[in-house]
């Protein structure tokens, strides 16, 4: 039976305090690109800031799980081309012979579209380390590179600004003194294409180096993708939305709404952060050491 109890203390030292466990927090700078539903994008000229903070547990020289709040801007511009657009300057309200206010926007010539909105996210990830690495170590195990795979959620609320879709019919009212007016799509919320918050749960995957500078002081740059759960971070909100629920307004035709499951919207980011050793356990298991000297006699 003490055999027993000597072999579980053991395990759960190993599990607990072989190797030491550490704990640091940091700060991240980083740059973010998107993509989705744009087409003709210019990736290198929409890169955005993003900035956030880091807590960090070391379970032992490969494993840890890190948890960060993320905060910054995405933007973008290209083309969507199928539909008609406007921009929100170009708006007009006048009445119906009712006196109702009807909101119309001056249709776009050609296809353009941007869009920019903040963003924020929480992360619990994953980091495995493909060579040892100890926090604080100014000599070996300073250095490793690492696999990142974890779980969070995305808010951005709604920009209001940015290229809006129109319905695909002219609107012929006698009583409208322009042409080209068209009136904006509308989701079930009576919200245009650029009103809608986006919330989401978000898949980050990435890859990164992790080097130590001095005991306590530590850098890593690391790469990451997210894959997000929404197709609204461009304010382009799953197409099939733009088939409107009211039967009196026209709507595009069902080519237009592609697969919700292969129609989300994604981002990569570069980061680079510096993280302090907070804590450090010293690695001995009283438990351990307690049961080992017991069974010597």
Known sequence: MKRVLI??????????????????????IGAAVYWGDL???????????????????????????RGQLISGTLKSSGTFPGVNLAEPTSRITINDPSGMPIELFMKK??????????????????EFNFMDYKM???????????????????????????????????????????KNLYQPVLDNNNNKTNDSDALSPIIPMGFGIKYNLTKRLGVCVELCVRKTFTDNIDNLKDPKRFQNADPLIPTYP??????????NDWYASLHLSLHWQVWQDRGICKVNEKNVRKSAF
């Open 136 to 178: 604080g170590s100014t000599t070996k195990d300073r250095f490793t590179p690492f696999l990142s795979l974890g779980v969070g959620g995305f808010y951005s609320r709604a920009p209001r600004r940015g290229t809006l879709v129109l319905v695909p019919n002219l609107n012929n009212y006698p009583f409208v003194p322009y």
């Open 254 to 263: 069902a080519e237009f709404a592609p697969s919700v499951l292969f129609n």
């Open 7 to 28: 072999i579980i203390s053991m395990f759960f030292c190993f599990l607990q305090a072989f190797p030491q466990k550490s704990a640091d927090v940091g700060i991240r």
């Open 109 to 126: 010539s050609g296809d353009s579209y941007n869009f920019n909105r903040s963003i924020q996210s929480f992360e619990a990830i994953f």
């Open 39 to 65: 087409e003709n994008v210019s990736y290198g000229k929409e890169i955005t800031a993003l900035y956030g903070l880091l807590g960090r547990w070391n379970f032992n020289k490969r494993m840890s799980i």
